[in-house]
């Protein structure tokens, strides 16, 4: 009796039955939490930009970053576009959250203190990253409406939270609310181009006294005081 006659063995007919119940895993799909996976993905993705730059952030280093196969980046982004947009999306993300958290008591100066924590500090990654996305904006149209629509929402917001604070007497009036976000927002974009460059500019002492400065810049101002009449002047009238 020949190997292909030969009865299947009852192991062989169990493995048969399965395969043919269960369907195909798709090729690159990741096992475990989907939000979790791709969260790490943005990170890696988020290091690789700092690293290396836009234009050496190919989805094959993303995959060698957060230590899985280049088909494990795909199965979460389409290409490289997708990946970066995705990543540009997340740092909008971080900024909302301290926004959010800072609209109902109005803390300027913890704002941009978390601000600047947030995308500087010990690890400027997300700051090198965002720089580069930048740079290449102009570049890439999908990718600067993006930043723009981005950007927009952002003022929106923080336009909103700054005229609350100027109706509670903790900003100045004497100049609107957009244009403070906008400058607000300019000053600490500089801060962070120059931390990770100039690091010894940045000490935790001369970071609080910048803050102290910016939150005197925008705060209202102080009445001038009554000038005092001399007693000479005085017994004169």
């Given at each position: 009796?020949?190997?292909s006659q030969?009865p299947?063995s009852?192991?062989?007919?169990?493995?048969?039955?399965?395969?043919?119940s269960e369907?195909?895993?798709r090729?690159g799909?990741?096992?475990?939490?989907?939000?979790?996976?791709?969260a790490?993905?943005?990170?890696?993705?988020?290091?690789v930009?700092?690293?290396?730059?836009?234009?050496g952030?190919?989805?094959?280093k993303?995959?060698?970053?957060?230590?899985?196969?280049?088909?494990?980046?795909?199965?979460?982004?389409?290409?490289?576009?997708e990946?970066i947009t995705?990543?540009?999306?997340?740092?909008?993300?971080e900024i909302?959250?301290?926004?959010?958290?800072?609209q109902?008591r109005?803390?300027?100066?913890?704002?941009?203190?978390?601000?600047l924590?947030?995308?500087?500090?010990d690890?400027p990654?997300g700051?090198?990253?965002?720089l580069?996305l930048?740079?290449?904006?102009?570049?890439?149209?999908?990718?600067?409406?993006?930043?723009?629509q981005?950007y927009?929402?952002f003022?929106q917001v923080?336009t909103?939270?700054?005229e609350?604070?100027?109706?509670?007497?903790?900003?100045?009036?004497?100049?609107?609310?957009d244009?403070?976000?906008?400058?607000?927002?300019?000053?600490?974009?500089g801060?962070?181009?120059?931390?990770p460059i100039?690091?010894?500019?940045?000490?935790?002492?001369?970071g609080q006294?910048?803050?102290?400065?910016?939150?005197?810049?925008i705060?209202p101002?102080?009445?001038?005081?009554a000038?005092?009449?001399s007693?000479?002047?005085?017994?004169?009238k």
């Amino acid at each position: 009796m020949s190997d292909s006659q030969l009865p299947a063995s009852p192991t062989s007919n169990r493995k048969a039955r399965k395969s043919e119940s269960e369907p195909a895993a798709r090729r690159g799909r990741p096992v475990g939490d989907h939000n979790a996976k791709r969260a790490e993905l943005l990170n890696a993705a988020l290091r690789v930009i700092a690293q290396e730059g836009y234009a050496g952030a190919s989805m094959r280093k993303v995959a060698q970053q957060a230590g899985c196969t280049t088909g494990a980046v795909t199965y979460y982004f389409a290409n490289k576009e997708e990946m970066i947009t995705a990543v540009a999306q997340s740092l909008f993300d971080e900024i909302d959250t301290l926004l959010e958290i800072n609209q109902e008591r109005i803390d300027i100066k913890g704002l941009v203190g978390q601000w600047l924590d947030s995308m500087g500090g010990d690890e400027p990654n997300g700051w090198l990253a965002w720089l580069q996305l930048l740079a290449h904006a102009r570049h890439e149209p999908a990718f600067a409406s993006v930043i723009k629509q981005r950007y927009a929402r952002f003022r929106q917001v923080f336009t909103a939270v700054l005229e609350k604070g100027q109706s509670q007497g903790l900003i100045r009036t004497d100049i609107a609310a957009d244009l403070l976000a906008d400058q607000v927002s300019a000053i600490s974009d500089g801060w962070m181009m120059l931390m990770p460059i100039e690091p010894e500019r940045f000490s935790a002492e001369r970071g609080q006294a910048l803050l102290d400065a910016l939150i005197t810049m925008i705060a209202p101002p102080k009445p001038a005081p009554a000038r005092k009449v001399s007693a000479t002047k005085a017994s004169a009238k």
